[in-house]
């Protein structure tokens, strides 16, 4: 791969987007590991996330207020200490060491589901909230039960909550701090785009790096322009 | 959905609801009969909506007993129905905003289909069934409303003002749709403070003022004769306070 000097920003980008159109294999290969990384740790944490943020809305338990609080507060976790926490858990000394998993993708997809799992519970939380103040009476009036509740709620605020998701994974594909510390960066293995772009920035390989923030950047805008695009056209449809 | 025995009548017993220091109901006592469509007449405020609230369970009062003739728990939960005011409709078609109730009552769903069709039929909505729910108009709205609550076939339907907010055309519609549904046999208790909605529907008025039940008279003799000086002024039109 050639070198560029920093200052030869033009020629770097002009490379960038050569590779974006040929199809780099390296580019190809660290995108994928990227959106499958980030698209499963989404998937596993809106199954967590959707029901615990709906029972923490509807249900009055001990220690509900506890946990609402929590999740709120997790919100902001900071990506690099929840990439040391699930280090810590997997690493050969750690509980969960017997399972080999640190320097996996698997514990990449662990460490940013940890990271969402609050956001889009307490997205949700707020969403089924608001709906359920809405929707109280009548379903009381039509003998909902407690699950029934849940369930209907969280399918009427389907919309809603897919804009939730989203921001999730608009946070989990653009952060570099938890994958890096599990992950480790290993060529053709853990390497992803936010991890690959510090590394080759660091290294001056501005190229690749700028190659894979245009996508990355694309993404983002992609992600946004989708969930605002689904809240406009579902309160057209549904009112 | 035939049950041998019936939930009514249900019975009022010194009915009162109390709410930060204030008596919105105070003291009701009435037996509210399986047969014919009571009608619960009074100016804005004198808590009729709170009133079929209490009967439906969905409040508690704070003092005095409803009884259901058919006991208590879930099966006089669910032989009873609610329109509400503003339709709460759910965020689907409305084919399947009818479909939901027999889905929570677990009615096997091959055997939803049939009833989701007839209800909308029965309302008129055959051709809007696909539609989402919440862009029908107002009065397909209520129609909707009142479809859902009777595909379960309830012996009871309450209903909160369900025209308060339409037009004439609109408004006769559900109305017939309200006499068909007596007719098939579902007790109807319906609030309204429109007098000639309570003449066109009424077979016995329930007159209510300051969360009082002043009087309750069949509807004929009501109109002819009220017993209470609320209820002759609030006929003649004049301004309750």
Redesign the interface.
């Given at each position: 791969m050639p070198r560029y000097p920093l200052t030869d920003l033009t020629a770097a980008f002009a490379l960038a987007l050569d590779m974006l159109l040929r199809v780099d294999r390296d580019l190809l290969e660290i995108v994928g590991l990227s959106l499958r990384v980030s698209l499963s740790a989404v998937g596993l944490a809106a199954l967590i996330g959707l029901p615990l943020g709906a029972a923490v809305a509807l249900f009055r338990f001990p220690g509900r207020l506890a946990v609402h609080a929590l999740l709120t507060a997790f919100m902001g976790l900071p990506p690099v200490v929840v990439g040391l926490i699930v280090y810590l858990l997997l690493s050969r000394a750690g509980p969960l060491g017997v399972l080999g998993l640190l320097f996996t993708p698997a514990a990449m997809i662990i460490a940013q589901c940890l990271l969402i799992t609050p956001i889009i519970a307490a997205l949700s939380a707020q969403t089924v909230a608001d709906l359920h103040e809405?929707?109280d009476?009548?379903l009381?009036?039509?003998?909902?039960?407690p699950g029934?509740t849940l369930v209907?709620l969280l399918w009427?605020g389907r919309f809603r909550l897919l804009t939730a998701i989203l921001a999730g994974f608009g946070r989990a594909v653009a952060e570099v701090g938890a994958v890096m510390i599990v992950g480790g960066n290993i060529n053709h293995a853990t390497r992803v785009m936010t991890t690959a772009i510090a590394l080759e920035t660091s290294k001056g390989n501005l190229a690749l790096a700028l190659a894979l923030g245009i996508i990355l950047i694309a993404l983002a805008l992609g992600v946004n322009l989708a969930a605002m695009a689904i809240r406009d056209a579902t309160r057209a449809?549904?009112? | 959905m035939a049950e041998a025995t019936s939930i009514l009548p249900l019975r009022l017993t010194s009915v009162t609801l109390q709410a930060r220091g204030q008596t919105l109901i105070d003291g009701i006592s009435a037996d509210l009969q399986a047969a014919g469509r009571s009608l619960i007449l009074g100016p804005n405020g004198a808590g009729k909506s709170l009133l079929l609230r209490l009967c439906h369970g969905l409040l508690r009062p704070t003092a005095g007993r409803i009884d259901w003739a058919g006991g208590n728990g879930e099966r006089v939960r669910r032989r009873q129905a609610m329109v509400f005011q503003d339709p709460v409709l759910l965020r689907r078609s409305a084919a399947a905003n009818i479909r939901y109730p027999l889905h929570l009552r677990g009615i096997p769903r091959g055997e939803r289909q049939a009833a989701v069709d007839e209800a909308l039929a029965h309302a008129g909505l055959g051709a809007v069934a696909d539609r989402p729910a919440r862009v029908l108009s107002g009065g397909e709205q209520q129609r909707l409303a009142i479809a859902r609550a009777w595909v379960t076939r309830p012996e009871v339907l309450f209903l909160d003002e369900p025209t308060s907010n339409l037009d004439p055309a609109a408004t006769r519609a559900i109305e017939e749709l309200i006499l068909a549904v007596a007719r098939a046999g579902t007790k109807i208790v319906m609030t309204t403070h429109d007098l000639g909605q309570a003449r066109r529907l009424a077979d016995e008025i329930l007159f209510l003022h300051h969360g009082r039940l002043l009087e309750r008279t069949a509807a004929a003799d009501f109109f002819a004769a009220p017993r209470t000086a609320e209820a002759a002024a609030f006929l003649k039109g004049d301004l309750l306070c």
């Open positions: 809405e929707y009476e009548q009381r009036s039509l003998a909902a039960g029934q209907t009427d449809r549904y009112g | -």
